[in-house]
């Protein structure tokens, strides 16, 4: 098997322990019950993806981030509206592009941590953005809502995500060197 077999396999094998740790963290954070188990599973969701986006590229964390909100709403932790699901999943497919492209900046090492902390900020705001855009101004007006849903996911979909978004995406940023050292070390090659 050749090096780059390897790297693919080895790839993959991480993506689906990620998955793993995705779903699991879903299913354990989203027991405390709303509205703060946003907060955990959201910050859990979006910690998983940057990391992903980080250490193995886009493709892998789009995945994860195209097949979470599905999760979500298979478990039973989403609001219980399929229409949601698309737009979801492309904030968080906006949100891992948004972080790989800002890592992929050159800049020296010293100021690597500074660039993917600006990129977790940008990245942030532009899922908050898109979902607000997708979900609040574009979607809900066409479901039967109450008041009371209405205020509930416009807070969800809006402003809720800024806060996991930074704490997903900055616990990533904080712990990717050590687990890319890690990972290296364990496999004996760059993942």
């Known amino acids: 098997m050749n090096s780059r077999m390897r790297q693919v396999i080895r790839r993959m094998t991480l993506t689906a322990i990620l998955l793993a740790l995705l779903i699991v963290g879903q299913l354990l954070f989203g027991l405390i019950g709303a509205p703060l188990s946003q907060y955990f599973v959201g910050s859990w969701v979006n910690l998983i993806i940057a990391l992903t986006a980080i250490i193995m590229g886009w493709p892998y964390a789009l995945a994860i981030g195209l097949l979470s909100p599905l999760v979500a709403l298979l478990v039973g932790i989403a609001p219980p509206f399929i229409e949601f699901v698309p ?54 007006p066409t479901l039967p809502l109450n008041a009371m849903q209405v205020a509930l996911f416009t807070a969800t979909f809006s402003i809720n995500q800024v806060p996991t978004a930074l704490i997903g995406g900055g616990l990533a940023s904080l712990a990717s060197q050590p687990l890319s050292i890690a990972i290296t070390h364990t496999t004996g090659a760059r993942v």
């Open 87 to 140: 737009f979801i999943a492309l904030g968080n497919g906006l949100y891992a592009i948004t972080l790989y492209l800002i890592f992929c900046i050159k800049v020296r090492d010293r100021f690597k941590v500074l660039i993917l902390l600006l990129g977790v900020t940008i990245a942030s705001f532009a899922k908050a953005g898109l979902l607000y855009v997708t979900i609040v101004l574009v979607i809900m």
